[in-house]
């Protein structure tokens, strides 16, 4: 059973019993934060070297697992939580009831796995497991945590019966319908033995005599590099399923039917334009999306996205008002009531069954928005953007070449979809890459100079983004250097430095190197004679001195500072040396003084 099959519904097309187990997390890479209150008298030691409180291991990955139950007259309802003391309110229960189960346009017959994405309610306590905070810091910027959403995983059967009155029987989970709520607290018990989801090691994780190999990417992976894991030469018999990515999906079976606007595409993600993916299911749409937000990666996405949107969501009116401008965010629906609610959307991708992996669908083609009246339209790309880049056409040979002799017998055949992917991603990436690298090096040039800190100064301010001055360094610095893509890049910068995305990145850029100079300013400090100063200043001056510097130790610690562990061990040294200089009444009152 993968991580993502832990979710489990049922559809609309509704029978007189319908069950679902429905699993709810907080986005964490694949790892995830705890949000319900743990019983106090369940604390164990769990034999790993770590003192836990129980259900500790599981709530790092998952916050719970629901079954959800239809009934004709009573509707759905979430009959169990699990494990039982995790919290969530009416309004969370009723956006998992309904995203749980596929629009009964659908027609999802056999096995369909998706996934889904909602708000949080407002007020929730913070998490308990600070431990995670730590681990979060190692995560490339588009896996970090996401504490203000709760993501679901579904997987849902359904087979003909003619016994019942809407002909349809859902039987999710099999395992769990046979041997019921003990089997589904045996599964939770598994994960509650796992390893912490520590970002860079490799990691064994055992559920139900199933055992999977997996490693969480980290920030200092090379981006575009894919950290697979490989068994070694010697079979090892205990590991059942290799997981090569925890996050990224099949990129060219997402883009396959559009892979000739996937260049226009980027550009609207990029931009964080206002973009709807109108699928036959939610397992179309929630794949696209996500391989929408992918595509600019590893630039983060910073809007909103629902990888699967209903006219129930709590947040419909919101995202169909005609008031105001679409706001920015990415909708995976599947309702043909969507058809006409969002023919006011600017940008709306409308795909048909994806094909097989290797296959390649007709292309759809650019429209008019007019053009769009029902979901029945033709599939295409509804918009009236004009892109501001040139189409690059060699991608587009490369991913049309899916015809390739073999070496051995000089018969064709068809390039695995694995390989498209990768030759997709890495032109993503390079694209991504040419157009942030510009900007990476104006922001750099905003550093103060290492030689005008001072460690009795506070650390010198950043200086402020310019866009005129920095759109002055594209004509010698810009990405002609590193793409072959021509057109209006100027114009594409423009329109960037305006969106949600910039907002987000320079966000992220500007803390990390706010945190840059703070450590630099710890790290002057340290090569400070620190014992001479006090010999020169007054009690009082000393007093603060100290105070001051355990702050700043406290900062470090608490903001994760790129402090080597060495310097923090030498200003330790130094406050330590000060507090004895001092005479003993201070020493007691220092030593016991927390850092405030």
Not at 105 to 127: A, E
Not at 479 to 494: H, M, V
Not at 545 to 563: C, G, I, T, Y
Not at 588 to 593: A, C, D, V
Request: some cysteine; charged content about 25%.
């Amino acid at each position: 059973m993968a991580l993502r099959g832990l979710a489990h519904s049922g559809p609309n097309s509704r029978g007189p019993s319908e069950e679902v187990v429905a699993a709810a997390e907080e986005r964490r890479a694949p790892a995830v934060v705890p949000v319900g209150a743990v019983r106090e008298d369940d604390e164990e030691d769990d034999g790993r070297g770590r003192g836990l409180l129980r259900w500790d291991g599981f709530s790092a990955w998952l916050h719970c697992v629901c079954v959800v139950g239809f009934d004709l007259e009573l509707g759905q309802a979430v009959e169990v939580i699990y494990p039982q003391h995790s919290k969530l309110t009416d309004k969370e229960k009723t956006n998992i009831c309904y995203l749980s189960f596929p629009d009964s346009n659908s027609g999802c017959l056999g096995d369909t796995q998706f996934c889904f994405r909602f708000r949080q309610s407002s007020g929730r306590r913070v998490s308990l497991h600070c431990l995670l905070d730590q681990f979060d810091k190692d995560l490339p910027v588009y896996l970090k945590k996401d504490p203000a959403y709760f993501y679901g995983y579904v997987y849902f059967r359904q087979v003909r019966d003619k016994t019942l009155k809407r002909g349809y029987f859902q039987k999710i989970a099999p395992e769990y319908f046979e041997k019921s709520e003990p089997y589904l607290e045996a599964a939770c018990n598994d994960v509650d033995q796992w390893p912490a989801p520590v970002p860079g090691k490799t990691l064994h994780l055992p559920i139900m005599g199933v055992v999977m190999k997996v490693r969480i990417p980290t920030c200092h992976d090379k981006p575009g590099t894919t950290q697979i894991v490989q068994l070694t030469q010697q079979a090892n018999t205990h590991i059942s399923v290799i997981l090569p990515t925890v996050h990224e999906v099949d990129l060219f079976r997402c883009f396959c039917p559009v892979f000739l606007h996937s260049q226009m595409l980027w550009e609207l993600v990029l931009l964080g334009e206002p973009l709807v993916v109108m699928a036959p299911s939610p397992s179309e749409s929630s794949e696209t999306v996500l391989a929408l937000i992918n595509c600019i990666s590893p630039l983060k996405y910073v809007s909103d996205f629902r990888p699967y949107f209903t006219i129930h969501d709590s947040e419909f009116k919101e995202y169909t008002t005609r008031t105001q401008a679409p706001p920015s965010v990415i909708l995976g629906v599947t309702n043909p009531f969507f058809a006409k609610t969002l023919q006011h959307w600017p940008h709306i991708i409308r795909i048909g069954d994806l094909k097989p992996a290797g296959e390649i669908p007709k292309q759809v083609k650019v429209k008019k928005l007019k053009n769009l009246k029902t979901l029945d339209s033709k599939p295409g790309v509804y918009t009236s953007y004009k892109p501001y880049l040139n189409r690059d056409e060699e991608i587009i040979k490369q991913l049309q070449k899916v015809l390739i002799v073999s070496s051995f017998k000089g018969v064709q055949q068809k390039r695995p979809s694995e390989a498209q992917s990768v030759i997709l991603r890495r032109y993503f990436l390079e694209l991504t890459q040419s157009f942030i690298i510009p900007l990476e090096r104006y922001v750099a040039s905003l550093m103060p100079l290492q030689k005008s800190i001072s460690p009795w100064k506070s650390p010198p301010q950043l200086r402020q983004f310019l866009p005129e001055e920095f759109m002055k360094t594209l004509e010698k610095t810009g990405p002609q250097l590193t793409s072959r893509i021509k057109g209006d890049w100027i114009g594409l910068y423009r329109h960037f430095l305006k969106s949600p995305n910039f907002d987000g990145w320079f966000k992220t850029r500007r803390k990390e190197m706010t945190q840059k100079l703070e450590a630099l300013h710890l790290e002057a400090l340290c090569e400070e004679d620190l014992l001479l100063w006090t010999q020169k200043h007054t009690e009082v001056e000393t007093v603060d001195l100290v105070l001051k510097l355990k702050n700043k130790l406290l900062q470090a610690d608490r903001e994760h500072l790129p402090v080597k562990p060495e310097t923090m061990e030498k200003l330790r040294t130094h406050i330590d040396a000060i507090i004895f200089a001092l005479p003993e009444d201070l020493q007691g009152i220092l030593l016991k003084t927390g850092m405030t």
